[in-house]
């Protein structure tokens, strides 16, 4: 089946189109090194990391996965998330994914949350992990393209709100390290108000991961 739906729509790598490879060694390694350190301008209020620059192929991946309906980059870029929650994680302590969310429209658009697939596979790579996807937007978020960082401030401001954890959840992280999980971090503002909506739930965050920081 594989093979007939390739002959049908051909695939190429997301990050550089080298026919017949849905991801290459080569743009593999562009979010194969240890996460580095960001400072965006919305300050979480935690650490924030990142697996690359949102350049190059790690920039084409991101957006075949939101914008051309990649599911299948889920895989590569969340064992990458994987291996850099590997380096970050602390040892001996569960730790919990949270997603950071998207608006609702853009996620059936993109016939789901691609950050949460990514996710998904970076847990199931790693001991004693779960995802939590208890984010969600309020009601009037407007999409953030064109936004200058001020109005993406004021567009998410307060509208970032959690779901009630089941009791189970709640066990899992009362002695577990909380991660915010996300593919971009551009100005910071997704994040921070991700990480004050926990806060609100009387949760708090270790620290961030993106894939791609701008």
Partial sequence: MRTLLDLVVPVDCAGCGRPDLRWCIDCHAALAGPPVRVWPRGAPGISCWTLGSYAGPARRAVLAAKERGR??????????????????????????????PSRAVAARRRGGDPVLRSARVAARCLPDCWVLPILRMGHGVRDSVGLTPAER???LRGRVVSV????????ILQSAEIIVVDDV?????????????????????????????A
């Fill in 153 to 155: 401030a004021r567009n």
């Fill in 164 to 171: 009630p954890v089941r009791s189970s959840g709640r066990e």
């Fill in 71 to 100: 599911r299948d980059l889920a895989e590569p870029l969340g064992v990458a998330l994987a291996a850099g929650l590997a380096v970050l994680r602390t040892a001996g302590r569960p730790l919990v994914l949270v997603p950071a």
């Fill in 185 to 213: 971090v551009t100005t910071g503002a997704t994040v921070h108000e991700s990480v004050c909506a926990l806060v609100r739930a009387g949760l708090h965050a270790c620290g961030v991961l993106v894939t791609c920081a």
